[in-house]
């Protein structure tokens, strides 16, 4: 099973609204990834957020971190429909040096933002 | 100009004949790593690579090979291509830490069809 999971997988919202997307995973991890990828495109990183981070903002972006609930958010203010397009988040799995350097993604959220 | 790129970026191919797809980034990363994405299934890691001479599978290596003689080449080997290897094949590369790959700059991608 994935160890980063998206929810929702589709999100359909106005112009100017917000949008909020999870990502919830499974062991410890060091660092949290999102990503976008606009139609059949190469990903984008977005934001990267530690484990000892609890929020991180970018421009309208806002994630946030709770490694207690092994969770993430990914909050875009005042959406526009350049935003829309596909997110991702990604894991490394263990936080050990070297013991596993996979990087894992999740299926993805489609976010489609209506004129 | 920070880029990944990918050779070839469309190809078509009947089952069986050995194929190569190239990928070279210009950012010294040491980390560098192949994802395919299939509609359902999101992004899967098949290899990555921590630095030269360092591999490690990703969660789909079956039927795959990778070299890292170089610190700015991966390429992605497919020795016997199958039907089940169609896909949407990302390169990508970033720094690499003790907290694991970074922020990953992804190539442009390599529409593979096998028949």
């Known amino acids: 099973s994935q160890q980063g999971e998206e929810d929702p997988q589709a999100l359909s919202i106005q112009e100017g609204e917000n949008a909020t997307m999870n990502c919830s995973y499974k062991?410890?991890?060091?660092?949290l990834q999102w990503y976008r990828q606009n139609s059949g495109r190469g990903l984008v990183h977005l934001i990267l957020?530690?484990?000892?981070?609890r929020e991180k903002h970018s421009g309208r972006l806002r994630v946030t971190l709770d490694t207690s609930k092994k969770s993430s958010s990914l909050l875009i203010t005042a959406s526009r429909a350049a935003d829309t397009a596909s997110y991702f988040c990604?894991?490394?799995?263990?936080?050990?040096?070297?013991?596993?350097?996979?990087?894992?993604f999740g299926k993805g959220i489609t976010l489609s933002v209506r004129p | 100009e920070a880029q990944v790129t990918q050779n070839p970026r469309y190809l078509i191919t009947v089952t069986g004949k050995k194929l190569t797809v190239t990928c070279s980034q210009n950012?010294?990363?040491?980390?560098m790593s192949w994802y395919r994405q299939d509609p359902g299934l999101g992004l899967r890691q098949i290899y990555y690579?921590?630095?030269?001479?360092?591999?490690d599978k990703g969660d789909v290596p079956e039927g795959y090979k990778v070299s890292r003689k170089e610190k700015r080449n991966f390429p992605l080997i497919l020795e016997s291509p199958s039907p089940n290897q169609t896909s949407l094949y990302f390169c990508?590369?970033?720094?690499?830490?003790?907290?694991?790959?970074?922020?990953?700059?992804f190539g442009p991608g390599t529409r593979l069809t096998v028949t």
């Open positions: 990604a894991t490394r799995q263990s936080p050990y040096f070297g013991a596993n350097s996979k990087l894992t």
């Open positions: 062991t410890s991890i060091n660092n």
């Open positions: 957020i530690r484990s000892n981070e």
């Open positions: 950012m010294n990363h040491e980390y």
């Open positions: 690579s921590m630095n030269v001479e360092v591999t």
């Open positions: 990508a590369s970033s720094t690499f830490t003790r907290q694991g790959p970074y922020e990953q700059y």
